[in-house]
């Protein structure tokens, strides 16, 4: 009988070590918010969020868009040059979700440009945004960092209008 009764609360005690590791507290954040989990292997949804916040700005506030006479908006292609399978997309849509926004510019969809279809519809007027994604890995006395430099650019009839870089740099231990 002890024996049955030691069994059961050896059992007891597992079961509630076992209960107490789990975690139920799930709860909704901000995606890209300051509750985000930052990883230094991958570019997570909080730089997302500060680049194409800072690109779309940065386009606004150069002015060029008042100059331009609201323009057809085309997504070229943005060059992945890490070591990582990133969807650029995710960059690409915000930028041109905040461009059109402003009413300054009609954006087409990207898809059109991507597979070559829409090249013949494209005008001197229109604007193209192209870019790269690349990265730097560095390790030093066991501090890992990895910087990742976002540039674009828009183009005009073959001519730079605006060009900008953006750099998130993380470290771990």
């Not at 909080?46 to 006479?69: Q, R, T, Y």
């Not at 066991?142 to 009839?157: H, K």
Request: include cysteine.
């Amino acid at each position: 009988m002890k024996t049955t009764a030691l069994k059961v609360a050896i059992l007891a005690a597992c079961a509630a070590i076992v209960a107490s590791c789990s975690s139920d507290k799930a709860h909704y954040i901000k995606a890209g918010g300051q509750e985000s989990l930052l990883s230094t292997h991958k570019i997570n949804m909080s730089d997302w969020n500060k680049v194409a916040e800072k690109m779309a700005s940065g386009i606004v506030s150069s002015g060029i868009l008042d100059k331009l006479g609201h323009p057809k908006f085309y997504v070229g292609e943005i060059s992945n040059r890490t070591s990582d399978h990133i969807e650029t997309d995710i960059l690409t849509k915000q930028i041109s979700i905040a461009l059109r926004k402003t009413g300054k510019v009609r954006v087409v969809a990207d898809t059109l440009y991507r597979n070559g279809s829409a090249l013949k519809n494209i005008s001197a007027q229109d604007i193209i945004m192209t870019g790269t994604i690349i990265e730097n890995r560095d390790t030093v006395d066991g501090v890992r960092e990895v910087t990742y430099v976002f540039n674009a650019q828009l183009s005009r009839n073959g001519e730079v209008i605006w060009e900008e870089m953006q750099q998130i740099a993380k470290q771990t231990d």
